[in-house]
């Protein structure tokens, strides 16, 4: 375990990363002993900071639940990081210039809830309950830790990770809302587009089997932690497609066919 000092110093560097726009190093050779505890207890520490000034939690994503992403890593379980107020962008919105340092988007579906989930034992029928509505999302993700070591070559790994927040750096909800029960969500599909040319096609069923099944996970997850997913929160279940770079000049389009569409242009 790492001390509080440890993480309360790899916080401050993530911070630091993400103000100044220059990648701070792999934690995973920084703290050689890390755990996936000591991982979160970092983010925990970083979102801390954010709190402190000013910023608002407003939900939770879920990633690496596509068995393409857990194999490239190594791992069977997902991750999760924490939504705030100012990563959440408009469908169609621009994206400064000097927001991000190396911005990839992914396809997702958003659950916005209705009722708090609290685990143990919450199900995907518990999810489906306690959800308001569903909604296409663009999730914008973010590297403040280096992708690979410049000296040592060794890539991130899943301690690297989940102390960057999961990756998480932005969201843009857009398309038609509708309820749980009216569409069935492993067959919602996107057909992602970058400048007018087809990227990344995927289904819902990429994410566990069913995208609700990721936010059971993340439930009981957080309620070893004496947590919960609130009533209200938006909760971002796991891309179902790879990564899409997004450079200066790009518009990313998300095409959910009877959901509609969700877009935004990096400037």
Known sequence: MLTSEDIAAAAL??????????????????????????AY??????MERKRAAGRQAIGWKIGLTSKAMQYALNIDTPDSG??????????????????FIQPRIEAEIAFVMKSELKGPNVSVYDV????????????????????????????????DTVSDNAANAGIVLGGRAMRPDQVDLRWVGAIVSRNGQVEE????????????????WLANRLARYGARIEAGQIVLAGSFIRPVEARHGDTIVGD???????SCFFA
């Open 256 to 262: 959910y066919g009877p959901l509609g569409t969700v």
């Open 13 to 38: 560097s993530l911070d630091e990363a993400e103000k100044t726009r220059r990648q701070t190093g792999l934690m995973s050779l920084r703290f050689p002993q890390m755990t996936l505890d000591d």
């Open 82 to 99: 924490v939504l705030l107020d100012d990563m959440r962008f408009e469908d169609g919105s621009e994206i400064p210039p000097d927001r």
């Open 128 to 159: 489906l309950n306690a959800t308001d509505y569903v909604t296409p999302a663009l999730e914008i993700l973010d590297t403040r830790i280096l992708r690979v070591d410049p000296q040592t070559k060794q890539a991130r790994t899943i301690v």
């Open 41 to 46: 207890a970092i983010q925990g520490a970083w």
């Open 201 to 216: 096609t995927g289904l819902g069923a990429g994410v566990l089997n069913h995208p609700a099944r990721g936010i059971a």
